[in-house]
């Protein structure tokens, strides 16, 4: 059901030994979200999105999906709860020995028992939602920057993932191509109803698609602001978060 919490983060301290990156992290997802992960380089985007799709554990805390403690349930749990998630790493990750339909397959050899006939017709419909309908033999050599991340983006979506993660989807995109990408976005979260939880920090991406958002101040090592980021431009009184959210970037200031 839309709007029902999908991802609760409770208490959650992350770092690398001795060295916290950021504490006492609390939030939530909703279904149905497209929620931004925003901050300055360095403050733990990345680290975040890790943990929270099983790549590095927390140091303190809980991430809950559905109620179930990830990273306090069992190892086989953990990586049927993964199968659920779709991940757009952020420059695409593509096999480039493979043609577009065999990097698209293979968590479907992987993970399914569906044959190869199904495979494929599953892999045509997939490239289609991304608008590369009849590119199954091009290997990822012969794409563009936005056709490589949308390729990429059909990969994360061939289990029908509940939730799909983004890391900086626009990172190596002119911003006719990064549009492009966030209209992609818009229009499958509409059309699907996937949860999205995208890294970045551009500024056109974060107001075109976000309608969810939390700021990590890399300063004070915690969450300073969070909600819809166009709502945070208007409404925030913490300079950190203004400054943020009004630099020159991606052509910004001459909007």
């Known amino acids: 059901m839309t709007g029902e919490p999908i991802i609760i983060v409770k208490d959650l301290d992350m770092g ?9 992290l609390n939030f939530t997802v909703k279904r149905g979200d497209i929620f931004v992960i925003m901050g300055a380089s360095g403050c733990g985007k990345s680290t975040l999105l890790k943990v929270l799709i099983g790549l590095k ?9 559905g109620g179930t403690s ?30 577009l339909e065999e990097n698209i397959a293979l968590p479907l050899q992987r993970y399914t028992k569906l044959g190869p006939g199904q495979i494929k017709e599953i892999v045509s419909l997939k490239l289609s939602l991304v608008g590369l309908a009849g590119f199954e033999d091009y290997y990822p050599s012969e794409l563009s920057g936005g056709m490589m991340k949308r390729a990429a983006l059909a990969r994360a979506m061939v289990l029908d993932p509940d939730i799909l993660f ?15 990408l966030d209209d992609l976005i818009l229009d499958l979260s509409a059309s699907l109803g996937t ?45 950190t978060v203004r400054r943020f959210l009004t630099r020159g970037e991606s052509g910004m200031e001459e909007k």
């Open 70 to 99: 990830f990273w306090e349930t069992n190892p086989s749990e953990r990586e049927r709860m993964t199968r659920r998630f779709g991940i757009l790493y952020q420059y695409g990750a593509l096999w480039s020995s493979m043609t």
């Open 166 to 180: 983004f890391d900086e989807p626009s990172a190596g995109l002119d911003p006719i191509s990064g549009r492009l």
């Open 16 to 24: 690398y030994g001795e060295y916290v990156v950021m504490r006492d």
């Open 195 to 239: 949860t999205i939880i995208a890294v970045t920090h551009d500024l056109a991406s974060i107001f075109a698609i976000g309608n969810n958002s939390i700021f990590l101040d890399v300063d004070r090592k915690a969450i300073t602001a969070s909600g819809d980021p166009k709502r945070l431009l208007a409404e925030s009184g913490d300079p």
């Open 57 to 65: 554990s927390p140091l303190r805390g809980k991430v809950l999906y």
